[in-house]
């Protein structure tokens, strides 16, 4: 492989990954994803029962299912092939993005040690072991966000959405750095998704889009040390769910300030950290933000490795070390966690707290002059 072979080297990935899919098996959130797409051939209802393997419930909007169809219809070796390779890839795609728009090289030996390495952080592993999508939204989120002047930008958040709702933060990032049209194709392709969903499925559609939608409980307890959103800290802090009105309160306003401050630095030509930190004012924001969510922790660290050595290494060892499971966890032990507890306990979105912190106090130290691509001032 040559020097700049970014794609051989993905190819690498993704073909190593598949095999270690392939071996392995089939994967619990795997399993419900094809249950799912079984649930749409049969015409069953998508929410009245649990997959029958796994016992866990099927939690996404119904368009999820309509795309999950296509796994349903292989072998469960194969399926788990399939889907791991296209996770490992769409990890090692995205560093080629970041890179790319850091205006930083990505030859093939760094995109495999990145890739490679990043398997050390719990969100990754933990993504990849469960059989989860958020590898493959993530990529689907940084090619729309670092080049939303492209015809089609937006139409693949729009589909993240679709899949997950949580990237309808996006949606309001663009509109605030003033591209309004990918905003649009996005809120299009979005509606669109849900329109899939009623056609497929319109009784299951009617019932996630009005008894489940706001139900936090159904994804699981919020209180897991595994959730690391807002909502999830402020369950454990007060040992049972917090009123509506606090957590919307609370994480709102989290939220919205990192969300601004992205706005802030992708206006300055700094797509990435903007991207990187609308990502974390959605894990934020989410009612629950599983471990396995933060693998938004990649290009975090991609980001911050331009900036600080130090720093970047201090947020790759929040999630290698996983100081989430340090205290007892689990069975609703996290009700009895101690003050100290809380806070490795927390330690995510802690690390997302000072991220976000940090990103809006350097904004102003630089308001005034104009930002490179990777943030410095010129």
């Not at 194969?78 to 791991?84: F, H, K, N, P």
Request: hydrophobic share 55%; glycine share 10%.
């Amino acid at each position: 492989m040559g020097p700049g072979s970014a794609p051989a080297a993905v190819l690498v990935v993704v073909i190593g990954a598949a095999i270690a899919g392939a071996v392995v098996g089939e994967f619990p959130d795997l399993h419900v994803y094809r249950y799912g797409g079984r649930a749409v051939l049969d015409q069953l209802p998508l929410y009245d029962a649990d997959d029958p393997v796994t016992g866990y419930p099927f939690t996404y909007p119904p368009f999820a299912a309509v795309v999950m169809v296509p796994l349903t219809l292989l072998p469960g070796w194969l399926a788990a092939a399939l889907w791991t390779g296209a996770s490992a890839g769409c990890l090692a795609v995205s560093v080629v993005v970041v890179r790319r728009a850091l205006g930083r090289p990505a030859p093939w030996w760094l995109v495999v040690g990145v890739t490679a390495g990043a398997l050390a952080l719990e969100p990754v592993w933990q993504n990849l072991s469960f059989g989860q999508i958020n590898l493959i939204l993530m990529l689907a989120v940084l090619i729309d966000l670092v080049r939303p002047e492209r015809g089609t930008s937006g139409v693949l958040v729009g589909i993240a959405a679709g899949l997950k709702l949580t990237p309808l933060v996006f949606v309001v990032l663009l509109v605030l750095v003033g591209h309004r049209g990918a905003a649009r194709r996005a809120s299009l392709a979005f509606a669109g998704t849900v329109a899939a969903g009623f056609a497929a499925l319109p009784g299951s559609a009617a019932t996630y889009w009005t008894d489940g939608l706001l139900d936090p409980g159904r994804v699981g307890p919020p209180a897991l040390a595994h959730n690391q959103s807002v909502n999830g800290a402020l369950t454990r802090i007060l040992d049972g769910s917090p009123p509506s009105w606090l957590w919307l309160v609370v994480a709102g306003l989290l939220a919205s300030a990192v969300l601004l401050a992205a706005a802030a630095w992708w206006r300055r030509g700094d797509r990435v950290l903007g991207t990187c930190l609308g990502a974390v004012a959605m894990l934020l924001a989410a009612p629950v933000a599983w471990s396995h969510h933060w693998v938004w922790a990649v290009p975090v660290a991609l980001v911050l490795w331009e900036r600080s050595r130090w720093a970047a290494a201090a947020w790759t060892a929040v999630f290698v070390l996983r100081p989430i499971v340090w205290p007892p966890w689990g069975r609703g032990q996290e009700y009895d966690w101690r003050w100290f507890d809380h806070l490795s306990g927390n330690a995510y979105l802690l690390a997302a707290l000072t991220v976000g912190s940090w990103a809006a106090i350097a904004l102003n130290r630089r308001r005034g002059g104009s930002v490179s691509m990777v943030g410095r001032r010129e």
